[in-house]
């Protein structure tokens, strides 16, 4: 789906379907921290407000959840510009303005039971117009939050559903394979396979900040599989598409975790560079 349609479907869902939320309806109020974020009219790192902490989303039930959204604790609010992502797990700015400046609620509950209350977490939004100068440097702030990142299992001939900037942490064989290698389209691409992440993170093929034009596509994988002394190639292909549906075999992931993984994984990249690099100098001489 566009992300055009996708933002005409969620206007028409907020006209639609209005559950207002009234304060006796509210359990609790969790305050998250404040966010201060530069106006733009476009931009390629966009503001966006997770509805709960990190923790709370995290959890196996949280998609399914109900959770409304509110701004200056009144439901209604342009949608027009907003962006509601993955069964309104987090809410993007496509243009943020001053006007956009307020305390956003998104309050959850589970359906399960009729008549639950909803615990609400709330955070306040500053936007300004430049970044701030000195001075202002002592106010929380924080930066947008991490585009989330998944643990996928993707079978033989399945569809996996991306959308922009996530991460997809791949298990596409069942068996232990090693030398992966992918055709995309049927050309090489620059993806990363076989990787060596810490566990639970899987490492057959990582998309890493997802990009239309860049990883769409059908998806042609072997992997060596080695027996004993029995060496064999197994192939597998799937679809990789731009889609807010969901995945059937999927786990959202600790950002923390895929960040701290990343940043290891790049260390041990470059030191590998580095050292061939003065191998091959030694060897020169
Ligand atoms: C998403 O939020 C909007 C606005 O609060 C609400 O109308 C809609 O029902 C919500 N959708 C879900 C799946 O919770
Ligand atoms: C965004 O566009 C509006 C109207 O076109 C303009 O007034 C405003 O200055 C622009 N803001 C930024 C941050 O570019
Ligand atoms: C809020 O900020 C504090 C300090 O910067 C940080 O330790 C904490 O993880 C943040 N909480 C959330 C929910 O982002
Ligand atoms: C929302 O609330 C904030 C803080 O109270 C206020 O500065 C802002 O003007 C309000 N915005 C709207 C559109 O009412
Ligand atoms: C905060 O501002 C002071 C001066 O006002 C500056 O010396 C300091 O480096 C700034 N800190 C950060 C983290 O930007
Ligand atoms: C794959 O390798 C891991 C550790 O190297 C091992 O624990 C696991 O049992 C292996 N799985 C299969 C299916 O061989
Ligand atoms: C997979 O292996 C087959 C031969 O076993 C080869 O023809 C094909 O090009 C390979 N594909 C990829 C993506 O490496
Ligand atoms: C995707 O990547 C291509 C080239 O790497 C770039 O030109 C394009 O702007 C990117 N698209 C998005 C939506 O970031
Ligand atoms: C595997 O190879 C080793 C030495 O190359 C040999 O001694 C052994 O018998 C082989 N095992 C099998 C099951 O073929």
Request: charged share 20%; aromatic share 12%; proline share 3%.
């Amino acid at each position: 789906m566009s992300l055009l349609s996708n933002i005409l479907l969620v206007g028409l869902l907020s006209l639609g379907q209005s559950t207002i939320v009234q304060p006796e309806q509210i359990a609790k109020t969790v305050f998250l921290n404040d966010t201060i974020f530069v106006a733009y009219n476009s931009s390629t790192t966009k503001c966006r407000i997770d509805c709960a902490d990190a923790e709370t989303m995290l959890q196996q039930d949280f998609r399914s959840f109900q959770k409304v959204w509110m701004f200056n604790k009144t439901e209604m609010f342009s949608a027009d510009d907003k962006t509601f992502i993955d069964s309104n797990r987090s809410l993007e700015f496509q243009v943020l303005n001053e006007d956009d400046t307020g305390a956003y609620q998104c309050c959850i509950r589970s359906t399960d039971l009729a008549y639950q209350s909803f615990v609400c977490y709330s955070t306040l939004l500053t936007v300004v117009d430049e970044m701030p100068g000195d001075g202002m440097n002592e106010t929380a702030t924080t930066e947008a939050p991490p585009s989330p990142s998944w643990n996928v299992v993707i079978e033989d001939g399945e569809i996996l559903n991306a959308q922009p900037e996530n991460n997809y942490f791949l298990k596409i064989f069942e068996d232990n394979v090693t030398a992966i290698h992918c055709l995309v389209n049927e050309v090489e691409i620059n993806i990363k396979t076989s990787n060596s992440f810490t566990p639970p993170l899987y490492n057959d093929v990582l998309i890493q900040s997802f990009n239309l034009t860049d990883h769409s596509g059908i998806y042609v994988c072997n992997g060596t599989l080695q027996i004993g002394n029995e060496t064999s190639i197994e192939t597998v292909t799937f679809t990789v598409s731009q889609s807010w549906d969901d995945n059937k075999n999927a786990d959202l992931l600790d950002s923390k975790v895929v960040a701290e993984a990343l940043k290891t994984a790049f260390t041990v990249f470059s030191f590998f560079f580095i050292s061939l690099f003065i191998l091959l100098q030694v060897f020169r001489f």
